[in-house]
């Protein structure tokens, strides 16, 4: 019996009619495998991830395979966007097993929960070097009931050698000058100049070392991280991995010139993008940078937003290609020739040449994915303009990539404060509307009485599995970037009650060293203790930057302290690996520059003129991880508002850092000069 079917995840659902009789993540599928004595099948993948589709149609789809699967094995399916905690412990055993991983995740587990045997993606006949799927099943089998004993040794000796592995994360010094003069003489080293980004292929976008970029270059002036960040940004808005039509990012690129993407869209990275974008607007005033924040502003409020105001997780990569079949990237690909059946024959050479359409393509079957290459002459851009418009139209008849609508909270909490900095940036208050209302849906929705948090919710209504330490890191986050923009207080009292969990149940007490998951979470074979950043900030360096700007706001010494020896991780990764801690390492950045407090206070309740543009002026500010408080002087809104008269019955602005702070101001240009000095 199939026991998906009432799971909220749209991943666990794709499963439910699959003849494998699967079981969620479970105690009782635990049980199970004790009473009939078999090995547990753990597969862990996601909704848009093209390959677990694939061993999908190929295997779980299968009925003969169902049936062997059904009569030796428990079979578990998990969403790993749903519990990290189960994926990232079963991850680190297989990486360490066999050198890599990656989904879909193929382990196999006695009824301890304990791995014996681990794998990816499995073909449904050998190739490659790889065996079928049946080889392994069969040899898994075998080996459970001829050889149990042996079995036991391996799955206990792996268990141990990860409850060996400890973390130095020198939690009594924080990063200083020599750290992160290392970190960026590391990424300089990885820096791809031709192309920009680091490393070579598959290429990511690197979000969070992007950010670690800009705000080392706003603390220092260091105009070589700067041109990184300036030229990686570029490179990928020129690229296939942004979606020329429709604005956002696609997951990574398969090159290393960022042409032809994972076609998937993930609200993380599009999050994240967009605060990167912005930030570097707010640098250097950068026209793309403007259009491109913006564009994929819209893109995850047009695309990604829920009936209930929350965000989707993701856009698969793969879609009906018109002939019943899902294929990869279909949604988005094109040729000359379905140019010009589109726009006529003058208009599709034009787009043909200014998105880089060519004969050969650029994908597969003479197909290529729009691009943006430099042109050698002047463009009309109302034209231009006209021939996206009527491109994106027909764009929109081709059957949409699905979509995965279960709401994360963690990635809700990165889309609040893009949407919210982005729409006080340039204007646009209906996206700091839509950062608002995805921040009540989390407080409806997700947060107890008590303000624990649930992971995820889907159409309104929580999940079941607890949050982790990246929602509270992140949703956080959302918070006090809200509380900036809109002047609303209690986005500030609601990061600190989430922090106050982070505080009593993640973090040890002993070494300040922080946790996957709670002190009070369902136990797995490990507790999962990750500081390195990959596709998201880690739950370690995200809380760590939470307390900090919360202690900026409030003054605690406690989240102070706290956020201090979080970052201590830093010291010990950031001349080392550089772009796996990008965001500990922009933390790291705020922590040296004080984070600076600005305090914007006005005549009233109603901002007037001058006041607005205090606030906008102190939001505009690169100092990093500096926090703002806006409102009327006398009010208890914020802590930093207390004591802060007018100047002369006119708004003013203080700024204050490191238990210093200057003499308040009137001036606008004056307040921007002090947000600028190193």
Not at 260 to 284: I, Q
Not at 495 to 509: E, K, M, N, Q
């Amino acid at each position: 019996m199939n026991r998906l079917a009432h799971e909220t995840s749209p991943y666990l659902l794709q499963h439910a009619d699959n003849p494998v009789d699967w079981w969620p993540w479970s105690a009782e599928a635990f049980d199970e495998a004790r009473k009939t004595n078999k090995p547990l099948l753990l597969s862990v993948g996601y909704s848009s991830c093209h390959w677990c589709h694939v061993m999908a149609h190929e295997s779980f789809e299968d009925r003969a395979t169902a049936e062997y699967l059904n009569e030796h094995f428990v079979s578990v399916k998990v969403d790993r966007e749903e519990r990290p905690d189960v994926d990232a412990v079963y991850m680190e055993a297989v990486q360490a097993a066999t050198g890599q991983g990656g989904w879909p995740m193929t382990v196999f587990l006695t009824p301890d929960a304990e791995p014996f045997y681990f794998g990816t993606y499995f073909p449904p006949a050998p190739r490659h070097g790889m065996p079928s799927f049946r080889q392994v099943l069969e040899g898994v089998r075998q080996a459970w009931d001829t050889r149990r004993d042996e079995v036991g040794e391996i799955a206990g000796k792996i268990v141990r050698d990860l409850a060996q592995r400890e973390i130095s994360h020198q939690g009594d010094r924080v990063p200083g000058e020599e750290e992160l003069a290392q970190a960026l003489l590391g990424l300089t080293r990885e820096y791809d100049p031709q192309r920009g980004g680091f490393g070579g292929a598959p290429k990511f976008p690197p979000s969070m070392v992007l950010e670690f970029l800009l705000r080392h270059h706003a603390r220092t002036g260091a105009e070589g991280a700067l041109q990184m960040a300036q030229d990686t940004c570029e490179r990928m808005a020129r690229g296939g991995i942004y979606d020329q039509l429709g604005g956002g990012f696609a997951r990574y690129s398969v090159d290393r010139d960022w042409v032809v993407p994972h076609f998937e869209k993930m609200l993380y990275d599009n999050a994240l993008l967009c605060r990167v974008y912005a930030h570097l607007w707010r640098a250097t005033g950068s026209d793309l940078a403007r259009r491109v924040a913006l564009e994929t502003a819209d893109f995850i409020v047009r695309e990604l937003r829920t009936e209930q105001g929350g965000f989707a997780s993701a856009l698969d990569a793969d879609s009906d290609d018109g002939s019943g079949r899902h294929v990869e990237g279909a949604y988005y690909v094109w040729t000359p020739e379905r140019l010009r059946a589109v726009l006529g024959d003058a208009d599709g050479d034009l787009a043909a040449q200014y998105f880089g359409v060519t004969e050969e393509g650029t994908f597969e079957h003479g197909q290529s994915v729009l691009q943006l290459p430099e042109q050698d002459t002047l463009v009309d851009a109302g034209k231009i303009a006209s021939v996206r418009e009527r491109l994106l139209d027909e764009r929109r008849r081709r059957p949409a990539p699905g979509r995965d609508d279960k709401v994360v909270a963690a990635w809700n909490g990165l889309a609040i404060a893009a949407l919210a900095e982005t729409g006080a940036y340039f204007e646009r208050p209906d996206l700091v509307e839509a950062a608002v209302g995805a921040a009540d849906l989390l407080v409806r929705v997700h947060l107890d009485e008590h303000a624990r948090l649930t992971r995820t919710s889907r159409d309104g209504r929580a999940g079941t599995n607890a949050g982790v330490l990246e929602d509270y890191g992140d949703v956080a986050e959302g918070f006090l970037a809200l509380a900036s923009v809109t002047g609303e207080g209690v986005w500030l009292d609601f990061a600190g009650l989430l922090l106050d969990h982070v505080l009593t149940r993640f973090a040890d007490p002993d070494t300040g060293a922080l946790y996957d998951t709670a002190a009070d979470a369902e136990r797995l074979i490990r507790r999962p203790q990750d500081p390195t950043d990959n596709a998201t900030p880690s739950g370690w360096t995200a809380a760590a930057g939470a307390l900090l700007g919360y202690a900026a706001h409030t003054g605690s010494e406690p989240h102070r302290a706290a956020a201090e020896r979080a970052s201590g991780v830093v010291t010990t990764l950031g001349p080392r690996v550089p772009r796996f801690i990008g965001w500990g390492l922009a933390v790291a950045e705020a922590l040296r520059d004080g984070p600076r407090e600005i305090a914007v206070v006005g005549p009233g309740t109603t901002a007037d003129e001058s006041t607005t543009a205090l606030h906008r002026t102190a939001l505009l500010g690169t100092a990093p991880g500096a926090v703002v408080a806006v409102g009327a002087a006398g009010s208890d809104e914020f802590p930093l508002l207390a004591d802060r008269p007018l100047v002369a019955g006119k708004p003013a602005a203080y700024v204050c850092r490191n238990f210093t702070c200057e003499a308040p101001t009137t001036d606008p240009e004056r307040l921007r000069t002090a947000l600028t000095e190193h």
